[in-house]
């Protein structure tokens, strides 16, 4: 059955009292089959706004200024409700919590405006086989004037789960380590992961609490992968608006909150960017990408 048959509209968008409450529910799931099945619903929200407000709050903590336009990232937070909504449901084998983020692939194909108006469709695109566990790609596309303009693919991770289905994880992305020179420190404070909390809609406990980190398994709260991203797109992204642009990232050791982190890339510039974010030392990676923009590949 294909996923348009099951097309499913949200409108409104779930509430973040009913997203944690779905997200302790789906603790309880049982053991899934040896084959998990790949749930089919594709959900969409017929007209998401751009919201001007939404945008300068974003832009402020990522380090993004008013003539940057729309964030490249952004679009991936308007959409975040519809991936916990695909994660908490009955129809996907896992507990939504401790599902890791592993990766990101962002294309946009026109510039975005505030005031514009989206089409957002989510739905579970494949299985991934990982070393570490079953990893699940989830789509994202953005839709204006009837024509595609924006879109994602997010890889998850379920660790421990053993003969995982799907292709084989592929990390495609071997960056020129040894050109790369550190150009920006960023120092984060403890309650990083409340603001972004607030701005994101993400309030997953390894972000916000030192408690909720701890339960499973990190010793402080950690910073939200995504905030990683917009920040090094931040700091390198050319001073306009986007027209196209493609984004390739994966998202390596966690950044423990408070820390100091850097950005590293190749200092030729350009509009073609390989780029690390690394500890303090520069030693260990936390967050390594590719950032093009003029035509996406």
Same mark, same amino acid.
């Given at each position: 059955?294909?996923?348009?048959?099951?097309?499913?509209?949200?409108?409104?968008?779930?509430?973040?009292?009913? +997203? $944690? /409450?779905?997200?302790? *529910? !789906?603790?309880?799931? =049982?053991?899934?089959?040896?084959?998990?099945?790949?749930?089919?619903? %594709?959900?969409?929200?017929?007209?998401?706004?751009?919201?001007?407000?939404?945008?300068?709050?974003?832009?402020?903590?990522?380090?993004?200024?008013?003539?940057?336009?729309?964030?490249?990232?952004?679009?991936?937070?308007?959409?975040?409700?519809?991936? +916990? $909504? /695909?994660?908490?449901? *009955? !129809?996907?084998?896992? =507990?939504?919590?401790?599902?890791?983020?592993?990766?990101?692939?962002? %294309?946009?194909?026109?510039?975005?405006?505030?005031?514009?108006?989206?089409?957002?469709?989510?739905?579970?695109?494949?299985?991934?086989?990982?070393?570490?566990?079953?990893?699940?790609?989830?789509?994202?596309?953005?839709?204006?004037?009837?024509?595609?303009?924006?879109?994602?693919?997010?890889?998850?991770?379920?660790?421990?789960?053993?003969?995982?289905?799907?292709?084989?994880?592929?990390?495609?992305?071997?960056?020129?380590?040894?050109?790369?020179?550190?150009?920006?420190?960023?120092?984060?404070?403890?309650?990083?992961?409340?603001?972004?909390?607030?701005?994101?809609?993400?309030?997953?406990?390894?972000?916000?609490?030192?408690?909720?980190?701890?339960?499973?398994?990190?010793?402080?709260?950690?910073?939200?992968?995504?905030?990683?991203?917009?920040?090094?797109?931040?700091?390198?992204?050319?001073?306009?608006?986007?027209?196209?642009?493609?984004?390739?990232?994966?998202?390596?050791?966690?950044?423990?909150?408070?820390?100091?982190?850097?950005?590293?890339?190749?200092?030729?510039?350009?509009?073609?960017?390989?780029?690390?974010?690394?500890?303090?030392?520069?030693?260990?990676?936390?967050?390594?990408?590719?950032?093009?923009?003029?035509?996406?590949?």
């Amino acid at each position: 059955m294909s996923h348009e048959a099951l097309m499913r509209i949200i409108d409104p968008a779930p509430s973040r009292s009913r +997203l $944690l /409450l779905d997200g302790v *529910r !789906s603790l309880r799931k =049982p053991k899934p089959p040896a084959a998990p099945v790949l749930p089919g619903e %594709r959900l969409v929200r017929p007209a998401v706004a751009l919201d001007a407000t939404a945008i300068a709050e974003y832009a402020e903590i990522c380090g993004y200024r008013h003539e940057h336009g729309v964030p490249l990232a952004f679009p991936h937070q308007l959409a975040f409700p519809l991936h +916990l $909504l /695909l994660l908490t449901a *009955r !129809s996907f084998p896992y =507990p939504a919590s401790g599902m890791v983020h592993l990766a990101n692939h962002i %294309r946009q194909y026109r510039r975005l405006s505030a005031g514009q108006a989206l089409r957002l469709e989510v739905y579970a695109e494949r299985w991934v086989a990982h070393p570490k566990g079953q990893a699940l790609s989830i789509a994202t596309r953005a839709i204006s004037d009837g024509a595609l303009v924006w879109e994602s693919d997010s890889l998850y991770l379920r660790r421990g789960v053993a003969a995982p289905v799907g292709e084989p994880w592929n990390a495609g992305l071997d960056s020129p380590a040894g050109l790369m020179q550190r150009t920006q420190r960023w120092t984060l404070p403890a309650d990083l992961g409340r603001r972004f909390a607030r701005v994101s809609g993400d309030f997953n406990p390894i972000h916000t609490s030192r408690l909720g980190a701890r339960f499973f398994g990190f010793r402080s709260a950690i910073a939200h992968g995504m905030w990683t991203l917009g920040r090094a797109l931040a700091a390198q992204q050319p001073p306009r608006a986007l027209d196209a642009a493609e984004l390739q990232c994966e998202f390596k050791l966690p950044i423990h909150l408070p820390g100091e982190v850097a950005l590293w890339r190749v200092p030729a510039g350009g509009p073609r960017q390989f780029f690390e974010v690394r500890d303090r030392t520069g030693e260990r990676p936390h967050m390594r990408g590719l950032f093009i923009w003029g035509t996406p590949l």
